[in-house]
């Protein structure tokens, strides 16, 4: 019998329903800026914290009681059906996953990876008959003793050698699977004490790993978008990949702009001392947008602690941004997030996913009426506008001598003028507030 078995797929009622079952503002046929809601909001299941996540926390452990918890292929199989249960009941079109979620940990890496290919099989029958997409997939390279110093970075390069060909089994597994992009969240890639680490070496360790990566997705025909997930500490004291501006700049400096972009998580920027707004907001003005990890943090706990997102105002503001941005091409809206370790209930996980498919369609509804209205990128076009003016090309055009000569025979003295937040604050509120 199935894990939810007595719970219904779950359908779009609108906004009135009473029943706990179903949507209220996710309708993903409705078509809204152009495209239909699934189209924009392109959702996935995280297989990890839905499946793989025992409820364990730093001072208890399992708290789930699951069929599929166990460490035999059967259990890996019992896993993928419920897992395929839930993208139906949902309606989800994506899921993503990484190896050590999927099938049981072994020693040798040929054990590991003819288990991945054999799940993985499965998983391609399952999306065949069920029509449900691979969003991404990535390789574990943090859970497992052997990269506690790191995968790439190791200083061990039989650890280099043991991640690359990981990384090589899950690329092909995502491949095999029409995944559209392959994730690179570097977990153990940074260090716990500066006392025993080479930070020029361990960079130049990590852009090989990645131009292999690179080099490899061209070799086998991989159309998807690598892509590199920035979080600045946890579990390592600090990681090097910290946040949107220093991996475009390690990017940049290993000329890899141009073949990998980034997957965006709300909890990691809020661990970088930035918003999520802020991430997703530099990522796009970069050309670096690729994909978002959707979830929350707990504002006073200071961990990830990735909680489902539930605030709409924050949410549209994202999808503001992500539609200005031209909306998701290969990415899409991944809940990488998990429930609390109490809610320990089928409902539970079912409801987790349809109240924040319900808040991320009101974000993206919402979003959708902030470029309707206008209001606020005419105000932002409006600040700038003398840069579009002769003004704004003579900076373009005159050196430093040129510009101060045409301070004095102008005798230029600027005029401060109100940056209007509070003014544009009223507008968003006012425009996320309709309904
Ligand atoms: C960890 C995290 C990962 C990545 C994939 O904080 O977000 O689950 O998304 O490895
Ligand atoms: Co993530």
């Known amino acids: 019998m199935s894990f939810f078995a007595n719970i219904p797929d779950i359908a779009f009622e609108g906004p009135e329903t009473d029943n706990e079952f179903a949507y209220r503002h996710y309708n993903p046929d409705e078509v809204i800026a152009g495209k239909t809601m699934a189209e924009h909001l392109r959702f996935a299941v995280a297989y990890w914290h839905s499946f793989a996540w025992e409820g364990g926390d730093p001072f208890g452990g399992r708290t789930f009681d699951r069929p599929w918890f166990g460490d035999t292929m059967d259990h890996a199989k019992i896993k993928a059906d419920a897992a395929f249960d839930l993208f139906r009941i949902l309606g989800q079109p994506f899921f993503c996953f990484h190896d050590a979620d999927v099938r049981p940990e072994r020693d040798s890496y040929a054990e590991n990876t003819a288990n991945l290919e054999e799940i993985t099989d499965y998983f391609g029958e399952k999306m065949e008959a069920t029509g449900t997409k691979l969003l991404w997939g990535t390789a574990n390279l943090f859970s497992h003793r052997r990269f506690m110093s790191g995968a790439a970075t190791n200083p061990d390069p039989n650890v280099f050698a043991y991640a690359a060909a990981t990384i090589k089994a899950n690329m092909d597994a995502t491949h095999k699977l029409g995944g559209q992009n392959y994730v690179l969240w570097g977990g153990r890639e940074g260090y716990e004490t500066l006392?025993?680490?080479?930070?020029?070496?361990?960079?130049?360790?990590?852009?090989?790993?990645?131009?292999?990566?690179?080099?490899?997705?061209?070799?086998?025909?991989?159309?998807?978008?690598?892509?590199?997930?920035?979080?600045?500490?946890?579990?390592?004291?600090?990681?090097?990949?910290?946040?949107?501006?220093?991996?475009?700049?390690?990017?940049?400096?290993?000329?890899?702009?141009?073949?990998?972009k980034l997957n965006l998580e709300q909890g990691h920027a809020i661990l970088a001392g930035h918003s999520f707004e802020h991430e997703v907001a530099l990522a796009s003005?970069?050309?670096?947008?690729?994909?978002?990890?959707?979830?929350?943090?707990?504002?006073?706990?200071?961990?990830?602690?990735?909680?489902?997102?539930?605030?709409?105002?924050?949410?549209?503001?994202?999808?503001?941004?992500?539609?200005?941005?031209?909306?998701?091409?290969?990415?899409?809206?991944?809940?990488?997030?998990?429930?609390?370790?109490?809610?320990?209930?089928?409902?539970?996980?079912?409801?987790?996913?349809?109240?924040?498919?319900?808040?991320?369609?009101?974000?993206?509804?919402?979003?959708?009426?902030?470029?309707?209205?206008?209001?606020?990128?005419?105000?932002?076009?409006?600040?700038?506008?003398?840069?579009?003016?002769?003004?704004?090309?003579?900076?373009?055009?005159?050196?430093?001598?040129?510009?101060?000569?045409?301070?004095?025979s102008e005798d230029i003295q600027p005029e401060p003028k109100s940056g209007r937040q509070e003014r544009l604050e009223n507008l968003v509120n006012r425009v996320i507030g309709q309904t």
């Open 195 to 260: 006392l025993n680490t080479n930070l020029g070496r361990e960079a130049d360790q990590m852009a090989r790993m990645l131009s292999l990566v690179v080099d490899y997705k061209h070799k086998i025909g991989f159309e998807g978008t690598i892509l590199v997930e920035p979080k600045p500490q946890e579990p390592t004291k600090h990681q090097y990949d910290f946040d949107v501006a220093i991996c475009y700049g390690f990017l940049k400096r290993y000329g890899l702009e141009n073949d990998v």
């Open 285 to 408: 003005s970069l050309g670096m947008l690729g994909s978002i990890d959707m979830n929350r943090n707990d504002y006073q706990s200071g961990w990830d602690t990735d909680q489902f997102p539930n605030s709409v105002p924050e949410v549209a503001l994202i999808y503001f941004e992500i539609l200005k941005s031209g909306g998701f091409t290969t990415g899409g809206t991944n809940f990488d997030a998990k429930l609390r370790r109490q809610s320990l209930d089928a409902e539970d996980l079912v409801l987790g996913h349809v109240g924040a498919m319900d808040v991320c369609a009101r974000g993206l509804k919402a979003a959708v009426r902030l470029i309707d209205d206008g209001g606020l990128e005419a105000a932002r076009d409006a600040r700038y506008a003398s840069w579009d003016g002769p003004r704004g090309e003579a900076m373009m055009e005159l050196d430093l001598a040129g510009i101060t000569e045409m301070v004095k």
